[in-house]
């Protein structure tokens, strides 16, 4: 596990980094460990694989890794696309790729959300958005767009905002795991990611992540008024999303900008991905695996993609994408593996 940092607190109202370029400690689970957990735990993919068998005969342990890397592919994870075609990938080439599966993000990820947590906590204390956010290595982009959707104070909305920032920071900091199921043993040493202690500390250390309930809902500071649109905006913040989700940011970006103008407005201002745009983009990657399968004409650039990872077709290839590519992924225990797995490197980043 990392070593503990103490919290930075701030001084004077200006905002402090934190103390060095400390990072959590990256998890990597086998794929060999992963495929027992699975073929043990879960009814549906062991059929699945036995079914394989039975079609193919005996099946190397590449096969049935790469085999399941495709049933638990989530489209709605944010690596989506990507972690599609890494799927198709493997299918083309026989084995398995590293993937990240529910409760895992990336690097990138885990920097970009705390772009939305230095714009609000820069709001809350009157501070200019870039120079926060700067101040602990961050893009300023996000956080000044952020400032700009919050708009002027007012006592309802300041503890709104306070509200919310608990909010996204449990959402983000609870249950989240920087892991990934790797066989490359050295993926842990080329992966990091920064410790935030400053950002989502308060002054006397409290972790802001430690304000919300068990059911989702900030317990401080209280919501001043009785204003019934500020308290539905309220009632949306024990919605909780894991971090990984794809959609997560543009719940954020509606959660904000409702708190900017104390209603709760639904869509993002402005533009932005709309959920159609969402649905789309799975439909297309998913019909052109389909076509792929059914050995049809790639007409769509999402097609060729696929078509490119996957390659040349074989009734092995075909069956992997049909029998657990195309397939829901099972519904198994298999999510309490991936929270208590590799218990000396799969670091939760908030255990209060």
């Known amino acids: 596990m990392a070593k503990e940092i103490v919290p930075v607190s701030r001084a004077g109202g200006k905002p402090l980094a934190d103390s060095s370029a400390q990072v959590y400690e990256v998890g990597r689970i086998p794929w060999s460990d992963f495929a027992a957990y699975a073929l043990s735990s879960s009814i549906d993919a062991r059929a699945a694989v036995d079914k394989l068998r039975a079609a193919h005969g005996p099946l190397s342990e590449s096969v049935v890794h790469t085999a399941l890397m495709a049933l638990y592919c989530c489209i709605y994870h944010d690596d989506f696309p990507h972690n599609f075609l890494d799927c198709c990938r ?7 790729l590293p993937m990240r599966l529910c409760l895992h993000i990336s690097p ?32 300023g982009s996000m956080p000044a767009w952020i ?21 996204l920071v449990a959402q983000l900091y609870r249950g989240v795991r920087f892991m990934i199921i790797s066989d490359d043993a050295g993926v842990s ?13 308060r002054e006397d250390g409290t972790h802001y992540a430690s304000l919300v309930d068990a059911d989702g809902g900030p317990s401080e500071p209280e919501l001043a008024g009785d204003d019934p649109a500020a308290r539905e905006v309220d009632l949306h913040l024990s919605m909780e999303r894991p971090a990984c989700a794809q959609k997560l940011f ?36 998913l019909s052109a ?5 059914g050995r ?28 657990f590519l195309l397939q829901p992924a099972p519904e198994p225990g298999f999510y309490d593996f991936l929270r208590n797995a590799d218990p000396t490197g799969a670091y939760s980043p908030y255990t209060g």
């Open 90 to 96: 493997a299918i083309g080439r026989g084995r398995p």
């Open 147 to 167: 400032h700009s959707l919050l708009g002027d104070h007012s006592p309802a909305k300041d503890a709104l905002a306070a509200r919310t920032l608990a909010s």
């Open 250 to 285: 543009r719940y954020w970006e509606i959660v904000l900008s409702s708190v900017g103008v104390l209603k709760w407005r639904g869509a993002v201002p402005g533009g932005g991905r709309s959920r159609e745009d969402y649905e789309q983009e799975f439909a297309a990657y």
């Open 108 to 139: 990138a990820r885990w920097e970009e959300a705390h772009g939305y947590i230095a714009g609000l906590r820069a709001w809350l204390d009157g501070a200019e958005p870039r120079a926060y956010a700067a101040a602990f290595g961050l893009d």
């Open 189 to 201: 040493d080329r992966e990091g990611y920064r410790r935030f202690d400053g950002l989502v500390h």
């Open 296 to 323: 049809h004409k790639h007409l769509t650039a999402e097609g060729r993609h696929v078509a490119d990872a996957l390659g040349d077709y074989t009734p092995l290839k075909h069956n992997l994408v049909d029998a």
């Open 289 to 293: 695996a389909a076509e792929w399968s």
